[in-house]
C-alpha cells in the first residue's frame, strides 16, 4: 500500500475526491507506454484578476495532480477533454456540435453558467521530470496562441518552520520561499513522501496541499486526495504549441491582458471599444510569476 493507510484505507479523515470519468481520443501511442500516477490529488485554484471594465475579479478553477516519485502532471481535466475533442476531425465536430447546443441555449436564457461548462477556464499544464531534471509548461496566451517552454527543475531555497496543522487528516509543515518574483507560504505533509506539490512548487519533504502568496491573489488548496495509477499522458497535438521562453510568454501575456480589444480590432476587425485604462492598482494584480517585469 502506498505511504500509509490512509491513503490505501481512505480513511474518514480524507476528503476523497470523485473524478469525472470522461473518453478520451486515441494518442499514437498505446497507453501501456505512458508512465503512471501512484497518487492523484485535486487542487482548488482560487485567483484574483482584473478584468477590462469589470474591474477586479474572483474564480476558482479545479486542477489535478498526477504524480509518482520521477515526474508528475498538473492540469484541468476539462481542459485537457476538450483538447482530447480537438485533436481529431471527429473530435471537432463533436465540440463544435456541443458549443453550438450550449450556446442556443445561453442566447435563450442569457444564463452565463451554461456557456462555462463549454469554454476553457484555463489551458496550463505543467509537467515535472526528476528524471530530466526540468518541468515543461504548455499554456495559451491570450489574443496569440499556444505555447510552450522548459527549463531546468529549480531548487527552491525552502525556509521551514516550526508550525504545524492538519489539512485532509494529515500533520502539516509550514514552509516559505522567495520564488519567480513572489514569496510563498506552504503547507506539506511529511507522511506523503513526494516532493512535489501544485503548479510549479517541489522540493520539499512531503507533498504540499496547501500554498498562497504574500498578495492574497493566488491560492492552492488540496481538497482531495487518492491512491491512483492513472495514465500520465502527454498534451494533445503538441505540434499546435510554439516554443517560446518562460519570461517572453509572460510578457506576451501581460500585452493581451491590457491591450486585447486593440489587438482584436487589428487582426479580425472586432471593435469591442477602447482597452480598460492601466493604472498602478490595476497592475498590482499580475501573473503567479512576476520576475519577468
Known amino acids: 500500500m502506498l505511504y500509509d493507510g490512509k491513503l490505501s484505507g481512505l480513511a474518514t479523515a480524507l476528503m476523497v475526491v470523485s473524478f469525472l470519468t470522461l473518453p478520451f481520443a486515441m494518442h499514437s501511442k498505446k497507453e501501456a507506454e505512458f508512465p503512471r500516477a501512484d497518487i492523484k490529488v485535486s487542487y482548488n485554484y482560487h485567483k484574483k484578476f482584473v478584468r477590462g471594465s469589470d474591474g477586479v475579479v474572483e474564480t476558482d478553477i479545479p486542477f489535478i495532480l498526477l504524480a509518482n516519485q520521477r515526474e508528475s502532471k498538473f492540469f484541468n481535466r476539462k481542459t485537457e477533454y476538450k483538447d482530447s475533442l480537438e485533436s481529431t476531425p471527429s473530435g471537432r465536430a463533436i465540440s463544435k456540435q456541443i458549443f453550438d447546443e450550449a450556446f442556443r441555449k445561453y442566447w435563450d436564457t442569457k444564463d452565463l453558467s451554461i456557456m462555462d461548462a463549454v469554454v476553457y477556464k484555463t489551458q496550463l499544464y505543467v509537467f515535472k521530470s526528476k528524471i530530466k531534471n526540468e518541468y515543461r509548461v504548455y499554456d495559451y496566451v491570450g489574443m496569440t496562441g499556444n505555447y510552450c517552454y522548459t527549463e531546468p527543475l529549480d531548487d527552491i531555497a525552502w525556509e521551514i518552520s516550526d508550525s504545524t496543522r492538519l489539512l485532509l487528516g494529515y500533520e502539516c ?46 491560492h492552492f488548496m488540496a481538497d482531495g486526495i487518492e491512491e491512483s495509477d492513472d495514465v500520465i499522458r502527454p498534451v494533445y497535438d503538441t505540434k499546435r504549441y510554439d516554443r517560446i521562453s518562460r519570461i517572453e510568454m509572460l510578457k506576451m501575456e501581460r500585452n493581451s491582458r491590457e491591450n486585447g480589444n486593440a489587438m482584436l480590432k487589428a ?10 485604462p492601466v493604472t498602478d492598482e490595476t497592475r498590482k494584480y499580475d501573473f503567479l510569476e512576476t520576475d519577468y517585469h
Do not use: C, M
Open 173 to 218: 509543515v509550514k514552509a516559505y520561499a522567495l520564488y519567480h518574483g513572489r514569496q510563498w507560504t506552504v503547507w506539506f505533509a511529511p507522511e506523503i513522501p513526494l516532493q512535489d506539490g501544485p503548479w510549479k512548487l517541489h522540493g520539499l519533504p512531503g507533498l504540499i496541499l496547501e500554498a498562497y502568496e504574500s498578495s492574497s491573489q493566488h
Open 267 to 276: 487582426q479580425i476587425g472586432l471593435n469591442l471599444g477602447p482597452d480598460a
